[in-house]
């Protein structure tokens, strides 16, 4: 019996819709970076970029467990002295509440190359409206 591997010509993807209302964002990031890298194909192999288009709604509804609303920081810096800014969950949501999503799913991908083609895939918008309904997105029931 031979092992067959799956070549990068042969990759189906698929376009997943996944609803984020009332979900905690971890627990949802870990789903969709999942499906971003393809483990959920019975054919999985790390070395082939297998992933499927992922499309995240109600970013702006993530549930955040604890006091993190108020206690997490998002940090920048801009390489200068004194640069380092930092901002609180709730700021972040008030002005990018997609970021929080985002953030999420990208710590979640490996750290290489391929981790920028994975987050490519990843579509998150704030409401429920959203430009790719041509692309036929199937409805994703994520097991939280």
């Not at 209302?21 to 970029?49: E, S, W």
């Not at 499927?52 to 467990?65: E, G, H, M, R, S």
């Not at 985002?102 to 987050?119: I, S």
Request: charged letters at 25%; aromatic letters at 6%.
């Amino acid at each position: 019996m031979k092992t067959t591997l799956v070549k990068e010509c042969d990759v189906q993807r698929v376009w997943h819709v996944v609803d984020a209302a009332d979900k905690p964002v971890g627990r949802l990031a870990v789903q969709i970076a999942k499906l971003l890298r393809g483990k959920d194909k019975p054919a999985f192999a790390p070395h082939v970029d297998m992933g499927d288009f992922v499309v995240v709604l109600n970013a702006a509804k993530v549930k955040l467990t604890g006091a993190k609303e108020t206690q997490k920081l998002y940090k920048s810096y801009s390489l200068y002295p004194g640069g380092l800014k930092e901002k609180t969950a709730a700021q972040v949501r008030a002005k990018h509440p997609e970021y929080l999503v985002e953030h999420a799913v990208r710590d979640m991908l490996p750290k290489n190359r391929l981790a920028r083609t994975l987050f490519k895939r990843l579509k998150v918008y704030a409401g429920t409206e959203h430009p790719h309904s041509a692309q036929q997105p199937q409805a994703q029931a994520l097991a939280i």
